[in-house]
């Protein structure tokens, strides 16, 4: 079965750097394109990154461009999302999600990790 | 991209059906049929209900149904049951190669 897990996150101060990654499991990595996607606390789903099924490219939403790099492993199976010049509005639970395959939606998701910025 | 217009909050009794509605633009809901909607339930991941405006995945039951009108997709649930209680999000592919979604709607099943 499909499993993704999130790993990387905690409390950071505003002004560093975190790196996340999601080890993927169940299904052809190299294939699938790979999403991240954010959620604060008590608000609703934000996109933050994708990158193609084979790493050609990339895209952001536009909070984060310049600060953070999506990137992937395939020899390891897994997605990561390195965060740059963290801001307070970055907390958030951070889900990896899997691409279903050029349908533009996010098919299985992992259970999250919390990235906390604060003083 | 702003975030897509959902409702903020829905509510049906049992056995009633109920309709989400997911307003964008001409750049993302009205230019691509890339529409996909989301359940979560409280401290839990989001569940894909519906790609491509109306499809469903395996597994998820044929209560659930989707549609799009111009800039406006909709998701419905029909036959409601407790277990229906979430929040639902819509979310689309957008003109500029990113994704962008909904606010987010809470569904109670009174």
């Known amino acids: 079965q499909v499993q993704l897990v999130e790993s990387g996150g905690g409390v950071v101060q505003p002004g560093t750097s975190l790196r996340l990654s999601c080890a993927a499991s169940?299904?052809?990595?190299?294939?699938?394109?790979m999403h991240w996607v954010r959620q604060a606390p008590g608000r609703g789903l934000e996109w933050v990154a994708n990158?193609?099924?084979?790493?050609?490219?990339?895209s952001y939403v536009d909070s984060v461009k310049g600060r953070f790099t999506i990137s992937r492993d395939d020899s390891k199976n897994t997605v990561y999302l390195q965060m740059n010049s963290l801001r307070t509005e970055d907390t958030a639970v951070y889900y990896c999600?899997?691409?279903?395959?050029?349908?533009?939606?996010?098919?299985?998701w992992g259970q999250g990790t919390l990235v906390t910025v604060s003083s | 991209h702003s975030a897509l217009t959902q409702p903020a909050s829905v509510s049906g009794s049992p056995g009633q059906s109920i309709t989400i509605s997911c307003t964008g633009t001409s750049s993302d809901v009205g230019r691509y049929n890339y529409v996909s909607w989301y359940q979560q339930h409280p401290g839990k991941a989001p569940k894909l209900m519906i790609y491509?405006?109306?499809n469903r995945p395996s597994g998820v039951s044929n209560r659930i149904s989707g549609s799009k009108s111009g800039n406006t997709a909709s998701l419905t649930i029909s036959g409601l049951q407790a277990e229906d209680e979430a929040d639902y999000y819509c979310?689309?592919?957008?003109?500029?190669?990113?994704?962008?979604f909904g606010g987010g709607t809470k569904l109670t099943v009174l």
């Open positions: 979310a689309s592919f957008t003109s500029d190669s990113s994704w962008v």
């Open positions: 491509e405006v109306s």
């Open positions: 999600a899997k691409d279903r395959g050029f349908t533009w939606s996010f098919d299985y």
């Open positions: 990158i193609l099924n084979d790493g050609s490219e990339v």
């Open positions: 169940g299904f052809t990595f190299s294939s699938s394109g």
